[in-house]
Structures are given as C-alpha cells and as structure tokens.
C-alpha cells in the first residue's frame, strides 16, 4: 500500500517561492498518478495540479497556470509554486490512485485511494 508523506510549506512573502514534496514509500508510483488538491479555512478541497503515470498528462488549475509547475522524479513528485499569492494560503495535500485505465490525469477527490497527511501553506506579509 502506498503511503504518501508531503514535505516542504511554510510561510513566504507574496511574490515568494516555494517546492513541495511528496514521497511515497511502500510501494512505487510508476503506475500511479498524483495530484495536488489544497484545501483553505471554509472552503472545499480544489484539486490544484496532476500528473498521469506516464507523464504524458498534466494539469493545472487556472488559478496557477503559469506560476506552478507539477514534475515526478522516481517516487516523488514535486509541486514547484511561483508568484505566489495570499490566495494560495491553504493546507496542501498529495493524492495517489492507479491511473491506468486512464487517458489524462484528473483532480476529483474521489477519484483518489491514497492521501498524505497536508503540508500548510501561507502567503502572507
């Protein structure tokens, strides 16, 4: 089974970077795909970023297009944030799900079997 553990939030000025992990261990994530949801105070879970297995399919949100960049490297996968804004303040989760059957990666929640514990994100002077 996998298990995920995400690595890397804080607090960062806005305009500011940062890169969150999330490594896997208990098994390999060459056939799975992962996704970054984040979830703020009050508000539900958005699926911000994914990769399929393959690497053939990503996706961004259109509120991050441009500023943050999805890449896997063996059994992590990275999330790369740019210019970022106080909006992008939220707790920030990795997810796993086997993807084979899938054509493009996806960012439902449910679509997902397995879930790090968050890494907090704050944006903020």
């Known amino acids: 089974q996998v298990q995920l553990v995400e690595s890397g939030g804080g607090l960062v000025q806005p305009g500011g970077s940062l890169r969150l992990s999330c490594a896997a261990s208990?098994?390999?994530?060459?056939?799975?795909?992962v996704a970054w949801f984040r979830q703020a105070p009050g508000k539900e879970r958005e699926g911000v970023s994914c990769?399929?297995?393959?690497?053939?399919s990503t996706y961004y949100a259109d509120s991050v297009k441009g500023r943050f960049t999805i890449s896997r490297d063996k059994n992590t996968v990275y999330l790369r944030m740019n210019d970022l804004k106080p909006e992008d303040t939220a707790v920030y989760y990795c997810?796993?799900?086997?993807?084979?059957?899938?054509?493009?990666?996806?960012?439902?929640?449910?679509?997902?079997?397995?879930w790090g514990q968050g890494t907090q994100v704050t944006v903020s002077s």
């Open positions: 208990g098994g390999s994530l060459d056939y799975y795909g």
């Open positions: 997810a796993a799900v086997s993807d084979l059957s899938w054509y493009n990666c996806k960012v439902k929640p449910y679509e997902y079997d397995y």
């Open positions: 990769t399929h297995s393959s690497g053939s």
